[in-house]
């Protein structure tokens, strides 16, 4: 490994000029569904037959009997939590290493996210904590496939068994990832898919949410559209619900980018898992540990944590040397959901109206996701996965380069 190239920082020669593979990759299937869609006049999924298309092939894809498209995936969790029949002021345990809307959409179902820590090594729920916060209130946990890495499912299942929980999965992250085999929201009762623009799979927006539960898909269904049932008169509305459908020119995209989705999937595991084999070998990075379980990794993130005495320097001035050695990384999330002012101030609008003020987040202290946030947590996105192994024998160079160069790096403590 020894590099003893001057760090682009400090006006040496890049290792990566080239750009990454860019996302979003679309092509003439894209074109053809689009334009069919626009000179059909059906635009909107209640007549048209992308959106019904893409539901069925997607869930299929997945081990799903059933799938249900929204119009996001913040909304896809929301509609599975009501469909579960969760009710006011009732508990459900959410990861606070995630993307805001794992928790929002909990209040904004009128129930109460508590937060349980995640393990250092998998970046996912910890079982144990898991355990260690349920209450006689508990009635629902939210995994999340973190960078899309499926969670400790069977673990929580049993402990989801005992209490009588529903376990929804937050697979944002997780299109195409397998656990023993399995499609995500396949082993839970109900999984939560985005198909946001960073997204693994992608329209811009939307989401769906993917059961095997005949009756939750029904509750689903009719939640998503204005609470009508099947059979029931157009303008006859049953439960609390909206119009949450998916138009048919998402539809349509989501079909044509579903073609590639396998491939592309495969091609991110496999450059994912080569990278992390060669980051391991480096002092201070350690690679999400892939779980016995994980038959296949989504990598919507390659996520990583940071030593910084081994390394011999600090998160910021290692990120700062990458990215000036042509290699786009974050720090990932800056702050454990709890701490956001959201949670902070109780700002929940109209929800929790009377246990609101018995809420007290600032109290709340998951280590392990602390640590990560503050000092230790780093990713890379997808698409740059996407590419060939030459691209991951790039990134890799940056980090050896970075690391061997570390003495000259401005904040290092080695
Ligand atoms: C883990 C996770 N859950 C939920 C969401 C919400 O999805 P959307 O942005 O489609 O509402 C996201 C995405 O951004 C996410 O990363």
Not at 5 to 16: E, F, I, N, S
Not at 179 to 205: A, I, P
Not at 386 to 398: E, N, Q, T, V
Request: proline share 4%; glycine share 8%; with cysteine.
């Amino acid at each position: 490994m020894p590099i003893n190239d001057k760090l682009a920082m400090h006006g040496g020669a890049q290792v990566r000029t080239a750009p990454f593979t860019r996302w979003p990759i679309y092509g003439a299937e894209e074109e053809r569904r689009l334009l069919a869609t626009l000179h059909s006049g059906q635009w909107g999924r209640l007549s048209g037959s992308q959106v019904a298309e893409f539901e069925q092939r997607f869930a299929a894809l997945h081990g799903c009997r059933h799938g249900i498209a929204v119009v996001n995936g913040t909304v896809s969790l929301r509609v599975a939590l009501m469909a579960a029949g969760i009710q006011a002021n009732d508990e459900v345990i959410v990861p606070p290493y995630t993307f805001l809307a794992t928790a929002t959409a909990v209040v904004e179902a009128n129930a109460v996210p508590v937060f349980a820590d995640i393990d250092l090594a998998t970046f996912n729920l910890d079982p144990v904590a898991v355990a260690a916060a349920i209450t006689p209130r508990t009635r629902a946990i939210i995994v999340v496939h973190m960078a899309g890495q499926p969670a400790e499912l069977a673990a929580i299942l049993a402990i989801a068994k005992q209490h009588h929980l529903v376990v929804i999965e937050d697979a944002a992250h997780a299109h195409g990832a397998m656990y023993d085999g399995r499609g995500m929201g396949s082993v839970g009762h109900l999984g939560s898919f985005s198909f946001q623009s960073s997204k693994n799979l992608t329209s811009g927006e939307g989401g769906i949410v993917a059961t095997n539960d005949d009756d939750l898909a029904a509750s689903c269904r009719s939640i998503q559209n204005c609470g009508r049932i099947a059979g029931g008169l157009w303008y006859e509305h049953h439960v609390m619900s909206a119009n949450y459908r998916l138009g048919e020119f998402q539809g349509a995209v989501l079909n044509a980018q579903l073609d590639r989705l396998e491939e592309q999937t495969i091609t991110r595991d496999r450059n994912g898992q080569y990278l992390a084999a060669r980051l391991r070998e480096i002092p201070g990075i350690h690679p999400q540990v892939r779980t016995a379980a994980t038959t296949r990794h989504s990598y919507h993130l390659f996520l990583f944590r940071i030593d910084s005495a081994a390394f011999g320097v600090a998160r910021p001035a290692i990120l700062q040397a990458l990215a000036a050695e042509g290699i786009p990384v974050s720090g990932g999330y800056a702050l454990p959901l709890y701490r956001q002012p959201l949670f902070l101030n109780r700002a929940f609008g109209p929800y929790l109206p009377e246990i609101r003020q018995s809420l007290d987040y600032a109290s709340v202290r998951c280590t392990n996701c602390e640590t990560i946030c503050a000092h230790e947590g780093a990713w890379l996105e997808q698409s740059l996965f996407l590419g060939p192994r030459s691209d991951m024998d790039d990134i890799a160079r940056a980090f050896e380069k970075v690391y061997c160069q570390r003495h000259a790096l401005a904040g290092g403590t080695a």
